[in-house]
Nanobody, 126 residues
Framework: LYVVESGGDLVQAGGSLKLSCVVTGEPISLYDIIWFRQPPGKEREEVSCISSNGDHTQYANSMNDRSTIWRDNTKNSAYLRIDSLKFEDTGVYFC????????????????????WGRGTQVVVQP
């Protein structure tokens, strides 16, 4: 299983960004998808998750009204859109694939069963 993120960019505060996560090696429909991020000099934190069939989503409190997660299993892809970007959104964004049978719905917690990508860099200019 391979997970690859893309879409990170240098953007102005107030702008929007769409991040993509592509899973190869196995059907993405077998996995819940979780987005995490790591701001510079800080610990990694959860952002959002979506269940394998897309029926269930969760958002971190800081992202709840500014982001949207969705997936297209026919394209083996999941996406995260962030609107009204803030300087504090700067960081490396990671996508993780977690076998769907581990939890009901999806979880924002890190778990050893997750397969991670290498991340994509988002820089928000104030």
């Amino acid at each position: 299983l391979y997970v690859v993120e893309s879409g990170g960019d240098l953007v102005q505060a107030g702008g929007s960004l769409k991040l993509s996560c592509v899973v190869t090696g196995e059907p993405i429909s077998l996995y819940d998808i979780i987005w995490f991020r790591q701001p510079p000099g800080k610990e990694r934190e959860e952002v959002s998750c979506i269940s394998s069939n897309g029926d269930h989503t969760q958002y971190a409190n800081s992202m709840n009204d500014r982001s949207t997660i969705w997936r297209d299993n026919t394209k083996n892809s999941a996406y995260l859109r962030i609107d009204s970007l803030k300087f504090e959104d700067t960081g490396v964004y990671f996508c993780a694939a977690m076998p769907r049978e581990i939890v009901s719905g999806c979880t924002l917690l890190e778990d050893p069963s997750q397969e991670w990508g290498r991340g994509t860099q988002v820089v928000v200019q104030p």
